[in-house]
């Protein structure tokens, strides 16, 4: 699975769950399930190249 990153809240956002993270909204397929030590996102990279890493999602 790779995670993508859109601006705005889901089209179908019955499908998601929403979670909030120092003020930013996550939502995440309902499918997902996150590990108990938590969920975290970062960015990787240098300059221009960077990507977002998320790392805490059972699969």
Same mark, same amino acid.
């Given at each position: ?20 993270? /120092? +003020?930013?909204?996550?939502? $995440? ?5 996150? @590990?108990? /030590? +938590?969920?975290?996102?970062? $960015? ?5 190249? @960077? ?9």
């Amino acid at each position: 699975m790779i995670p993508a990153v859109f601006a705005g809240t889901p089209n179908n956002s019955k499908s998601y769950q929403k979670l909030v993270s /120092e +003020g930013i909204n996550v939502y $995440l397929p309902r499918n997902i399930t996150v @590990k108990p /030590e +938590g969920l975290e996102i970062s $960015l990787r990279g240098i300059a221009f190249f @960077k990507q977002l890493e998320v790392s805490g999602l059972q699969v």
